[in-house]
């Protein structure tokens, strides 16, 4: 069976940090772009950052820029998402996404085939 599982999220105070990952079973991750999205209570999802198949290519929304990080270790079959000096704004359910047709990955989210069931990520004092 083909899943993505995402971990790593939690409780943080406001200027910490968390990585989330997010681990693949039933398929290899070398072919598929990755992306992370997020929805808060009440929102829509939006696309947070996401990385090509490769690697080399990665995107990420104005309001993460310079403080989260995208990466990827196939040999681990993981994508990882560094985020860092959390804001409470950032409090959301996250979700990482696999995209099987081509290489380049994508912020919105219907090109992407496969989800995770989401982890919890919560910014507060």
């Known amino acids: 069976q083909l899943q993505l599982v995402e971990s790593g999220g939690g409780l943080v105070q406001p200027g910490g940090s968390l990585r989330l990952s997010c681990a693949a079973s039933?398929?290899?991750?070398?072919?598929?772009?990755i992306g992370w999205f997020r929805q808060a209570p009440g929102k829509g999802r939006e696309g947070v950052s996401c990385?090509?198949?490769?690697?080399?290519?990665?995107n990420y929304a104005d309001s993460v820029k310079g403080r989260f990080t995208i990466s990827r270790d196939n040999a681990k079959n993981t994508v990882y998402l560094q985020m860092n000096s959390l804001k409470p704004e950032d409090t959301a359910v996250y979700y990482c996404?696999?995209?099987?047709?081509?290489?380049?990955?994508?912020?919105?989210?219907?090109?992407?085939?496969?989800w995770g069931q989401g982890t919890q990520v919560t910014v507060s004092s």
């Open positions: 996404a696999a995209k099987g047709l081509g290489p380049m990955c994508a912020m919105t989210s219907l090109p992407y085939n496969y």
């Open positions: 990385i090509s198949s490769s690697g080399g290519s990665t």
């Open positions: 039933g398929f290899t991750l070398d072919y598929y772009a």
